[in-house]
Structure formats: structure tokens, C-alpha cells
């Protein structure tokens, strides 16, 4: 009986999982974005996260793109410093 069990729970999360989509990735979408490109000598990326003093021009400029809302991966361009 328990046996039964096991394999009832196993085929219930497998069918959880096939009709969530756990087993189909999508489409990946691998265009680089506008900031990949704009730096693209940086192989690991760019962190947008400012650690520094900023001049108030750049402070608003985020404020106004709204880089603190902001979610990865859709940072916007503005969000980072000028190079």
C-alpha cells in the first residue's frame, strides 16, 4: 500500500510539473540588448548600481528613468553612467 503511495505522489508531481511548463523552456530570446552593446568590452556585464558620489545631473537623469524600479534585466540604458 505504500508503494502505492510513493507512485501516486510521483505521478502527481510529474503531471504538476509537465502542465506548468516545467519541461519546456520557451524561446530565449538571445538578441543582445541596447546595454550589452554599449558595453560590450565588458565580458561580465556592468553592475548598475551606483556605489560612488554622483553628480546631481546623473541623479536626476535616474530618477527620471526610473532605475530605481527598475527590474533586472530591464535596466534601462540611463540607468548607467556615461562611459
Not at 50 to 70: K, L
Request: proline fraction near 10%.
Amino acid at each position: 500500500m505504500s508503494l502505492l503511495h510513493i507512485l501516486n505522489a510521483f505521478v502527481l508531481s510529474a503531471a504538476v510539473a509537465i502542465v506548468g511548463g516545467a519541461f519546456d523552456p520557451g524561446a530565449v530570446d538571445t538578441a543582445p540588448t541596447e546595454t550589452e552593446l554599449a558595453f560590450a568590452d565588458a565580458p561580465h556585464g556592468v553592475d548598475p548600481m551606483v556605489t560612488g558620489p554622483v553628480s546631481t545631473s546623473f541623479r536626476e537623469r535616474r530618477a527620471i528613468a526610473g532605475c530605481e524600479q527598475a527590474e533586472w534585466p530591464e535596466i534601462p540604458l540611463k540607468c548607467y553612467p556615461d562611459r
